[in-house]
């Protein structure tokens, strides 16, 4: 089945640090990538909507200056933690929608993210 | 987008029972999705119904989806200590918005 790949699985930075992830899909191209936060025993928050070459679109109440997307490929978006705090602490998902599939997500295995 | 509700909220049962959780929705479909999510750890995409699908199995799963009543059931038999997790159910219109979850507790 499809893949989506997470990296990294695991980072904890300082306050104040900028952090990465990587969200690919491994066997399918995805012009769109979606971007999900959940924090402990709560569900799933759509962050942002990713589109390959174009600006992602944030939902009510993202900053977009804070979160930074970048979708330069059609099976890679990253995000973009800007100048984290520890209230950024957080679980974040990606997922990307099959190109061939439009309305099947695939998920990745999620990036734990302790801001220090 | 809109959010599906999941029903219960936590789930707590013995080894070898059944689980159910239902999930309901606000406006029309064309797809309902159900994963599960273990502590910590991203989603398992379990089923996907169609909105001109009333029921699905795999495994040990069955879903059903009555559009009538915007709802949707999750049925998991003879249930294990590694069904503990949380179920969450995603309806999509363009975007998926997940709801709050059903926390299955599988007791030894």
């Known amino acids: 089945g499809a893949v989506v790949s997470q990296h990294p699985s695991w980072v904890i930075c300082k306050s104040g640090t900028s952090v990465k992830i990587e969200c690919r899909s491994l066997?399918?191209?995805?012009?769109?990538m979606f971007w999900y936060r959940q924090f402990p025993k709560q569900s799933l928050m759509l962050m942002a909507t990713s589109n390959e070459g174009s600006k992602a679109t944030y939902e009510q109440g993202v900053e977009k200056d804070k979160f930074l997307i970048n979708h330069a490929s059609l099976t890679l978006s990253t995000l973009t933690v800007t100048s984290a705090h520890p209230e950024d602490s957080s679980f974040y998902i990606c997922?990307?929608?099959?190109?061939?599939?439009?309305?099947?997500?695939?998920f990745g295995p999620g990036t734990r993210l302790l801001v220090l | 987008s809109q959010q599906g509700e999941e029903d219960p909220q936590a789930l707590s049962i013995q080894e070898g029972e059944n689980a159910t959780m239902n999930c309901s929705y606000k406006t029309s479909i064309n797809n309902l999705q159900w994963y599960r999510q273990n502590s910590g750890r991203g989603l398992v995409h379990l089923i996907l119904i169609r909105s001109n699908e009333r029921e699905k199995h795999s495994g040990r799963l069955r879903v059903t989806l009555d559009t009538s009543k915007k709802s949707s059931s999750l049925l998991i038999t003879a249930s294990r200590a590694a069904d503990t997790a949380s179920y969450f159910c995603a309806t999509d219109e363009g975007d998926f918005v997940f709801g709050p979850g059903t926390r299955l507790s599988v007791l030894p």
């Open positions: 066997d399918f191209q995805a012009t769109t």
């Open positions: 997922s990307a929608r099959d190109n061939q599939q439009p309305q099947t997500q695939y």
